[in-house]
């Protein structure tokens, strides 16, 4: 293990700990002790040097010239009783007199701090040689309450090692036990710091978060990572932009921060990313998304997925432009289909010299197209919109679906922006409703437009119209109402809710009473 990581770091702290712990159990233990021992020892004092002021002979010697051999006994006798080391007789000035220690006989007895020479009894510490000691000292009064002497007994208060010993050997076993399984405990958590680690010291972690951050917030790219538990873990400042959430999304679930539907199910959903690694394009109300997800791992469990996202709003716009452009296209080849049909036609008559019936068929036919000309223009005067009307209801005549503009209909000329917009806003949803119709009964598609108040765009189908849970989920990219085909569906209805709000405008989807759907797209621009 590395001196410098973190983990190592940790086990000096943890030791540290230990040790500071261990030494406040100690300490509190001698504190305790040394209570209990000043306490019970100096009853124990008083006690004997009680029963050595009241014993007569002392009375009577304790001035006598010989005193200190007549007495000897008598102390040497407490000092065994009590458990003492040194018991003494004092005159009232504090000259020892008798001594169980003969080389104190003659030296002086501190009274400073006692009371005995006052005449009451007294316990507490007292310093005899530079030693410290636990003394009960008690006066030898006479009768009329004069103090004559004062016997001392004393005890050395024990050492540190003497002290905790008192405490019990139990105690002394809790300790080691406790300084054994700290430090193994600290081992066992620094080892697997270190395992989490890496082995890096803080300086290491700390660069390491610096370059995170740093990288994470100046790529492009949106990411946007996702634990298990479907809650938000990472999220960088673009994503922030692209999904218009605020950075504090961090620790909070996908689906609490307010983000589109399609959205939160995608990052919540228990998918992996697609087969070929190809990005889901999801359309918001106000951009269209192309995501890519991976599972993450560590150590060889997921611990939840990475979202990375790009802003594909103008590459879907140009998408709309080309499906308007194929659109023409396809309407150019069924009108040349068309046209061709009906040049065969005059050629055979001509052949045959019918040409009355030649005549009358290109009359029929010039009416014909007269008629749908007229059908729009006189509702529509916007050239761009009558032209892409006029297509479409060939187009539509070519696949068996009659398409008509409703007679209260009313669209004056645009300006060129808004009229592309419309143009790719009515191509999508004629061409979805067209796809619906055909094979349907009366297979039909209605086409109402009014400016009066904005602009509104509505067109109806005879298909088997949209469910009620899929009324939003439709206008995001891949959902569709329509069977499967090679290449998917669902791009259409997303470009026209993302050119609606784009318009500051709205579209919803319901029912017709026929049973098909009717999708009304408001602009307020």
């Known amino acids: 293990m590395p001196n410098g990581s973190l983990a190592a770091r940790f086990l000096v702290f943890q030791l540290l700990v230990v040790a500071v712990v261990l030494i406040a159990v100690a300490a509190v233990s001698v504190t305790q002790s040394t209570r209990e021992f000043r306490d019970i020892r100096g009853q124990r004092m008083i006690a004997v040097a009680e029963n050595v002021a009241s014993t007569p002979i002392v009375r009577d010697r304790y001035h006598d010239p010989f005193a200190a051999q007549v007495l000897a006994p008598e102390v040497d006798r407490a000092v065994a009783l009590s458990g003492a080391d ?49 003394a009960g000292q008690v006066p030898i009064l006479a009768a009329d309450g004069a103090v004559l ?144 997800r991976r599972a993450a791992r560590s150590q060889g469990r997921r611990i939840g997925t990475v979202t990375t996202m790009r802003d594909s709003t103008e590459l879907a716009a140009l998408r709309a432009q080309l499906s308007s452009h194929r659109s023409v296209t396809d309407t150019l080849r069924a009108q040349t289909h068309e046209f061709s049909n009906q040049l065969h036609t005059i050629s055979g008559l001509v052949q045959l010299a019918e040409f009355d019936a030649v005549r009358d068929l290109i009359g029929a036919l010039t ?66 409703a067209v796809d619906v119709s055909v094979g349907s009964p009366a297979a039909k598609v209605g086409v109402r437009l009014d400016d009066s108040d904005g602009l509104t765009l509505a067109v109806s189908d005879s298909g088997p119209g949209v469910p009620v849970h899929l009324r939003e989920a439709i206008f995001s990219r891949g959902v569709t109402s329509k069977a499967p085909v090679p290449g998917g569906r669902g791009i259409g209805l997303a470009l026209v809710r993302l050119v609606t709000a784009q318009h500051g405008g709205d579209v919803a989807v319901t029912d017709t009473p026929g049973g098909g759907a009717l999708f009304v797209v408001n602009l307020h621009a």
């Open 367 to 432: 009416r014909r197209r007269a008629e749908i000309n007229e059908a729009v223009t006189q509702h529509v005067s916007d050239p761009a919109v009558a032209a892409l009307l006029i297509a479409k209801t060939s187009l539509a005549a070519e696949r068996g679906v009659t398409l008509t503009l409703t007679d209260d209909s009313h669209l004056g000329t645009l300006d060129p922006a808004l009229a592309t917009d419309v143009i790719t806003l009515l191509g999508n949803l004629i061409d979805n």
């Open 149 to 292: 002497a004062i016997v001392s007994v004393s005890e050395r208060y024990p050492s540190l090692w003497e002290l905790l010993g008192g405490a019990g050997e139990r105690l002394l076993i809790y300790l080691g036990l406790g300084a054994v399984l700290g430090m193994l405990a600290s081992w066992l958590l620094s080892r697997r710091i270190y395992r989490h680690t890496r082995g890096l010291d803080i300086a290491e972690i700390a660069s390491l978060a610096d370059h995170r951050e740093a990288l994470l917030h100046s790529i492009r790219e949106g990411v946007l990572a996702v634990n298990n538990d479907g809650v938000i873990t990472v999220v960088n400042d673009s994503a922030c932009d692209l999904l218009g959430i605020s950075d504090d999304a961090v620790g909070r679930r996908a689906d609490a921060i307010g983000l589109e539907p399609a959205v939160a199910a995608f990052l919540l959903s228990g998918e992996g990313t697609r087969a070929d690694g190809s990005d889901v394009v999801i359309t918001t109300r106000t951009r269209v998304l192309a995501l890519n």
């Open 86 to 134: 040194l018991a003494e007789i004092a005159d009232p000035a504090g000259q020892v007199r008798v001594s169980s220690d003969p080389e104190r006989v003659g030296q002086r007895l501190d009274l400073d701090t006692t009371r005995a020479d006052e005449g009451r009894a007294w316990s507490g510490d007292s310093t005899v040689d530079g030693t410290h000691r636990l």
